[in-house]
């Protein structure tokens, strides 16, 4: 009788911690990175007046008359990058979870236009364009987690939605341009070096994400997980502003290299059409579009209103690998 009351008496035990191990286990925590990959690969935006194109021009220094050596449209997708998240998940039994995820994500950099110059039958540069672009992203993304629930290597699938809750994508250009002084001779010249940061800020969108890991314990509370994952977040852009702008234009004697004049514009010089644009669907005449120029400004309908432009898209979706540790409370 006594050894029957042991043995119940070590069962109730043994369910008992049983059932507490598997009631502390129903909460986790994750903390993973890893890395992603372009997949959805689109045309660029405009940088300004500049189309997404890597081109080669010759000039005839004679005529003025340029020649188009090279042209090439410039693709990518701002998904690749690096990426680390933070996740909150709840089991509702070993089969089934709930779980939702703030990520950070720096995608690599991208040519995003490229315009070059030099004179005729010559590789001396009289002007060149190049602009890089990257974006900084913060999203929160709730899911589904679906697995066998066994206790060694339990693989698992993942899918859900992506919320962007902030993001950027920052444009940096450098320019250069050598061109002639109007009643000056030949050898004197007027050089123009500019630096230019913009911003665009994007819509509120929702994209989707699906993922498929495996989880290996370490211990009793913790588990290493591998996983690829999958996110499509096409992104449009709302607003774009100029953060920074440095121009210095120097008139410059070649033959000695002495600087006759300098001259410069700064972020305060630009107008609010130069500064700041929201993006529509159509453009026609009643938007806010350039006019013409006068040297190296550019006139608007109103300069004191946001220019008007044309909406594009970017992708900062992608494929991609993460590595983390989840945590059992």
Do not use: C
């Not at 021009?57 to 449209?73: C, I, M």
């Not at 410039?74 to 089934?96: D, E």
């Not at 061109?179 to 630096?195: E, F, L, M, N």
């Amino acid at each position: 009788m006594k050894r029957k009351q042991l043995i119940f008496s070590a069962l109730l035990i043994m369910a008992g911690t049983h059932a507490t191990q598997a009631q502390s286990g129903k909460f986790y925590m994750k903390a993973a990175g890893g890395y992603f990959f372009s997949v959805s690969h689109g045309q660029f935006p405009d940088v300004g007046p500049y189309p997404p194109r890597d081109e080669h021009h010759a000039v005839n220094p004679a005529t003025g008359a340029s020649t188009t050596l090279s042209e090439k449209v410039l693709t990518g997708s701002y998904g690749a990058g690096v990426r680390g998240g933070l996740s909150f998940g709840y089991n509702f039994n070993r089969y089934i979870a709930v779980e939702g995820t703030f990520n950070y994500f720096h995608s690599k950099k991208n040519l995003m236009t490229r315009n070059l110059t030099t004179i005729q039958g010559t590789s001396t540069k009289v002007g060149g364009i190049e602009s890089h672009g990257h974006v900084n992203a913060v999203d929160f993304a709730p899911s589904l987690v679906i697995s066998p629930g066994f206790e060694k290597l339990n693989p698992y699938v993942r899918f859900g939605v992506v919320v962007p809750l902030w993001g950027r994508l920052f444009i940096e250009t450098e320019a250069s341009r050598t061109s002639a002084v109007p009643g000056q001779p030949a050898t004197v010249v007027a050089q123009t070096a500019i630096h230019r940061k913009e911003e665009i800020k994007p819509h509120p969108t929702i994209g989707f994400q699906g993922a498929l890991g495996v989880a290996y314990p370490l211990g009793q509370r913790f588990d290493l997980f591998l996983e690829t994952e999958y996110r499509n977040v096409p992104v449009k852009g709302d607003t774009k502003e100029v953060t920074a702008y440095s121009e210095v234009t120097n008139v410059v004697n070649t033959t000695n290299g002495q600087v006759i004049t300098t001259q410069r514009r700064g972020l305060n010089d630009l107008s609010t059409a130069e500064k700041n644009t929201d993006y529509v669907t159509t453009l026609d005449q009643n938007s806010n579009t350039p006019t013409g120029s006068s040297g190296s400004k550019t006139n608007y309908k109103n300069d004191n209103a946001p220019a008007n432009d044309l909406i594009s898209y970017i992708n900062i979706g992608g494929l991609g690998v993460n590595l983390g540790v989840r945590v059992r409370f």
